[in-house]
């Protein structure tokens, strides 16, 4: 809320356009290495650090591939101040290879609390040190600023609170699998970054910063009310359901009620940021991004199936398949950059729009079969814990959308907040009175406590 008053759309498009490049290069930076030894039910000592050396010399590889590509990315803009700001976007590359694998043991046990301060203090220390930046008129390097003392302080923090350090790398430990995996989790999130890096590229090249600004900055808030959901979720599914890897039938409740609870969630979300993308987008970045407001309402539909999908990842990821994994990627890229090439000949609204109806009317109904494919569950109760959550954001907010159109500001604003709080009702009393979804959310509630 701060920096979006201090800076300009023109100052976070520069660097939204230089994250299309590093976004690329962030793929390869730990291999899957991570997610690795978070799936695998036991691993030793000598395979951590191994898979500890590996990721340094990735996250060194990828620091001084990051920074060679600053000539390039200075010359595709035809901007050549973009230059140094890839050279400093280099480093937590580097960092962020030392870190990894100590996280991901903080995360195999389970230890949310020490990753929660890491990641709380380490904002607080980043967005000190940007706001700072920005009051003192540095523009995009006040981003640049903030992201390289994010990294620095994470790393500090996180072998801080993990106690276990590396020893020399050693042969014969059995990490030629977990390397294997990691590999298929990597080109899966490359496909992934190839589809959600080229709408801000193609922006920045045929518009101009400011419109990637405002686009990546509608995004950003799109995805604000499921960040504070989504990483918890996710860091606690992944172990969980690791654990319960070999008992199929332990599996698949687990991953039920995760997935109900994530469409009540996001179905909330969505209905709030339909309703009310105007307040939001004044009243957290100012007037000044007023455009803002169209793009994060018809970016909406993405917020509805990024969830969703996010559990369908966890859960095939805890069952080791990897090969399933990288090809639903690439088949979600196809799908994604289909969407962004339709949609961008409208500008950014096109692109919004063209990104959310290919997520619900397209991708939905493709994971939800390659799930029932692999076992996962039925397609009946897929869609029996995902379809109730769907229906309910889908008319409350049509009835909304009609309504305000005939309505003025004042009575609007009446209206919008009465069609959320009638949203959130219905959420409530779904999980309060429907037996099925209850258990869920109190079953989702016992996997969490369990030690």
């Known amino acids: 809320m701060i920096l979006a008053r201090l800076l300009t759309p023109k100052d976070y498009g520069v660097v939204a356009m230089v994250a299309v490049f590093t976004g690329f290069v962030a793929v390869f930076r730990d291999g899957g290495l991570s997610v690795a030894t978070v799936q695998r039910e036991n691993v030793t000592d000598a395979q951590i650090s191994n898979l500890f050396w590996v990721n340094a010399a990735l996250g060194l590889g990828a620091a001084l591939t990051v920074a060679a590509l600053g000539p390039v990315v200075a010359w595709f803009y035809e901007d050549e101040s973009l230059l140094w700001i890839v050279v400093m976007l280099s480093v937590p590359f580097l960092l962020s290879g030392l870190s990894a694998q100590p996280q991901a043991l903080l995360q195999r046990e389970m230890r949310f609390r020490e990753l929660a301060v890491i990641e709380i203090v380490s904002l607080a220390i980043s967005s000190g040190i940007g706001i700072t930046a920005a009051a003192a008129g540095s523009g995009p390097w006040a981003l640049v600023a903030m992201t390289v003392a994010f990294a620095v302080a994470n790393v ?22 977990m390397l294997k995996f990691g590999s298929d989790i990597t080109v899966s999130r490359f496909f992934e970054g190839l589809a959600c890096s080229l709408d801000s590229l193609l922006i920045g090249k045929i518009y101009t910063p400011e419109m990637v600004g405002i686009y990546t900055k509608a995004q950003t808030l799109m995805l604000l009310p499921l960040s504070q959901v989504m990483p918890a979720l996710q860091s606690v599914a992944l172990p969980i359901m690791s ?58 539909g993405s917020m509805l199936f990024i969830p969703l999908c996010a559990v369908y990842v966890a859960c095939l990821t ?21 969407a962004i ?58 009835l909304s959308f009609l309504v305000q159109s005939r309505m003025d500001a004042n009575q609007s604003a009446f209206w919008s907040l009465l069609f959320i709080l009638l949203a959130t009702a219905s959420h409530g009393l779904i999980l309060g009175v429907v037996p099925i979804y209850r258990k869920s959310f109190l079953r989702i509630i016992s996997l969490f406590k369990s030690p």
């Open 156 to 177: 500090l923090l996180v072998f801080f609170f993990c106690r276990w350090r590396p020893s020399r790398m050693s042969r014969g430990a059995g990490v030629r699998p």
């Open 243 to 300: 654990r319960l890897a070999e008992r199929p039938d332990a599996l698949k409740r687990a991953f039920l009620d995760l997935l109900q609870v994530a469409a009540c969630l996001s179905s909330l979300f969505t209905v709030a940021v339909v309703i009310g993308a105007d307040w939001i987008i004044r009243g957290i970045l100012g007037p000044q991004w007023v455009q803002a407001a169209e793009v994060l309402r018809l970016l909406a």
């Open 318 to 338: 805890a069952q080791g398949k990897g090969s399933i994994l990288w090809r639903w990627s690439l088949l979600k890229s196809l799908v994604l950059i289909l």
């Open 341 to 398: 090439l339709s949609g961008v000949a409208w500008g950014i609204n096109g692109v919004a729009a063209a990104l959310s109806i290919s997520s619900i009317c397209v991708l939905l109904p493709l994971i939800n079969k390659i799930a029932a494919k692999s076992n996962l569950a039925s397609l009946q109760e897929l869609w029996a814990a995902t379809a109730p959550w769907l229906g309910i954001c889908g008319i409350t907010s049509s």
